[in-house]
Structure formats: C-alpha cells, structure tokens
C-alpha cells in the first residue's frame, strides 16, 4: 500500500514565530538561503513590520512632545550614523576604499549597526551585487527595471533580498565578531535605545531645565532619526538613478545630484560612484561636497584608517570638470 505525504503550507502561528525568529537571527533560514534567494520577488507583510513599527513609532511624539534637546539628539544621530552608513557601510566594508585594523574594523561595523539597516556583511553583499548588475533585471533595486516606489522600499520587503550572501564578502566573512554582528544586528540598535532612554531619565532629573525626558529622547533618537536616516540612505537606490546629470558615460543610469550629496553626506554623487568605486572620495571634485570624505581624511591623520585610494588621473581625463 503506497502512502502519500502530505504537505501543508505553515500556518500563521508558524509564520510569525518564523518572523520573529529571524528578527533576532538574521541566518535562520529553515528553508536554505538558497533557497529563500530563489523566491521570487514580491512584497512581504511580515517583512514590512519593522519598517511600519518605526515609521508608526514617530507618531509618539503627539505624546512625548518636543524640545530642542530631542531635535537636537536626533539630528547629531542623523548625522553620525549616515557618515557610518556612507564611510564605512558603502566605501569600507562594499568598496574596501581605505585600510584599518581589525580591532577599529569591529568598531566601524558597530557603528554602522546604529543605522538599523541590518549588518555590514549583508549591506556589503547586497551593495556589491547592485553594482554587478546595476539597472539590471537582476539588480535588486533598479528604478529603471522595476520602478521608484520597488527601488526605495519595497525590495526590502521581499524574502529573496533578506539572506546575506557571504560568498559574495568572503574576505569580510573571514572575520568571526563581523558574521556575528550580522547575524545578531539588533544587539547594537536594542542598546541604542537604552542609552537614549536612560539618557533622556538621567537629564530629566539632573537638567529638568532641557525640558526633555526618557519617552521624549527615545522616540526623537530612535525613531523619528531613523526613519529620517532610512530614507536618506535610500534615496540614492531611487532618485540617485533618475535625478540629476550624468557626467560620465556608464552602463547604467546613475546621476550625480547636488541636494542627494547634501542629505547623504557626499553620496549623491553617485555616477562619479559608479564610473570608478574604488576611490574612497565620490566628489571628485573641490566644487563637490562630500562631507564623508572630509571626515575620513581626519580620521586619517588621526592613524585610525589609512591607504585611502585617490580618483585615477585617466578617470580625470574622460571628461572636462
């Protein structure tokens, strides 16, 4: 007598228990990475919880209120955590554009792990593969394939793009404290909003008269920087490839853009970027404002990083400045 198995999709309690899972293990795949890369691309409601839990989490402020102190916090976040994202997240660990040790390396990717935009090792691994096959079908987030809202946000809903792909950063993988930090990327955000939180306690017993408070702190730091950050950061997946000029001739779509570089810090000159990545400066220019690199530069002479790699004078000679 034959018997048959049958199979049943997993029900919800199974789903969410996978989901919440994986929030705190961003490796655990029952199915196989591979597996979950060959999904097909679609938009997720389990994977647009965190991006909805802190987008909701911004309307706390209609209780905590305001004050210059929050506004403050939540600005110096924005930008110490986007010179992390552009400086090391993009130009480090995707671009290896200067050199470090590996105890600031650690550093470096802690740093980055503030942003809340998973790990360097997945960051890294999805970064490289956007320029491989930039504005490509099988470029995960290309505005000119799959169109603006896809290449913002929605790819990042999508199981397929959830998997780090350590074959791609096997020379970053080598490294046991960066596959942990990446696979655990929330340690480092979770203790963020500790801090805030306490912070915020702290001041409002010590320094009532900066009028802010644990609540208030927490949901100006944690949320409403962040989802400024996340958006910043994405913008040179979305506007970067529709918006602005092409000094350069590439394969793909990418425009340099003024106001992107001001908000991301020397980002947006992003087809300076792709006609020549390797170059730890995107503004290839004086007259190109690349914050990013200004800081790198300091920490240079510092002696934290070295080895930042110049712009080739043949890049130079392409195109008249």
Known sequence: MSQHRTFRRPSLLHRAALTMRQWFDSDHFPEGPEATR??????EWRRSLPFVFLHVGCLGVIWTGWSWTAVAVAVFLYVFRMFAITGFYHRYFSHRT???????????????NLSIQRGALWWASTHRHHHKHSDTPEDPHSALVYGFVWSHIGWMTSSKNFPTDYRAVKDLAKFPELVFLNRFD????????????????????????????????????????????????????????VWG??????????????????????????????????STRQ?????????????LKLMSKLGLIWDLKPVPRSVYLETPS
């Open 38 to 43: 060959a999904k097909p691309d679609k938009f």
């Open 186 to 241: 929330l340690i480092v955000p979770a203790l963020m909003g500790l801090a805030l939180y306490a912070t915020g306690w702290i001041l409002e017993k010590w320094a009532p008269g900066l009028g802010t408070n644990g609540g208030q702190l927490f949901v100006w730091g944690f949320f409403v920087s962040t989802v400024f950050l996340l958006h910043g950061t994405l913008f040179i997946n979305s506007l970067a490839h």
């Open 245 to 278: 000029k092409q000094r350069f001739k590439t394969t793909d779509q990418s425009r340099n853009n003024f106001w992107l570089a001001l908000i991301t810090l020397g980002e947006g000159w992003h087809n300076n970027h792709h006609r020549y990545m390797g």
């Open 98 to 112: 200067f050199q470090t040790s590996r105890f600031m390396q650690f550093i470096l990717a802690c740093w980055g």
């Open 283 to 295: 503004g290839f220019y004086w007259y190109e404002i690349d914050i990013t690199y200004y800081g």
